[in-house]
Nanobody
Framework: QVQLVESGGGLVQAGGSLRLSCAASERTFRTYAMGWFRQAPGKEREFVAAISRSGGSTYYADSVKGRFTISRDNAKNTVSLQMSSLEPEDTAVYYC???????????????????WGQGTQVTVSS
């Protein structure tokens, strides 16, 4: 089973940019759809973005569409989330997730993913 490790979180001012990375431990990473989720204190975990196994399809939450971009490099076993025009509402712990997702209906559901990273904190100040 694959292990996932996020990095790149930190403190940034509103309007700024930040790039998160997720590194996988195994080559089988390429067989998994990958997603990014986030969770703020006292709130439920919510979907942010997802990408298909080959990278041919991407999905975004309405709240981040146009500001965030998800990408993957299967040769390097990595997934990235480029975040721009950050807002205080984006403050949360961001989690990288992987799973055998084959239907577009399930890319946005946390229960579709089997493997999760420990999370990385993103704080956006006003």
């Amino acid at each position: 089973q694959v292990q996932l490790v996020e990095s790149g979180g930190g403190l940034v001012q509103a309007g700024g940019s930040l790039r998160l990375s997720c590194a996988a431990s195994e080559r089988t990473f390429r067989t998994y759809a990958m997603g990014w989720f986030r969770q703020a204190p006292g709130k439920e975990r919510e979907f942010v973005a997802a990408i298909s196994r080959s990278g041919g399809s991407t999905y975004y939450a309405d709240s981040v569409k146009g500001r965030f971009t998800i990408s993957r490099d299967n040769a390097k076993n990595t997934v990235s989330l480029q975040m721009s025009s950050l807002e205080p509402e984006d403050t949360a712990v961001y989690y990288c997730a992987g799973g055998e997702v084959y239907s577009a209906d399930y890319y946005t559901s946390a229960t579709s993913y089997d493997y999760w990273g420990q999370g990385t904190q993103v704080t956006v100040s006003s």
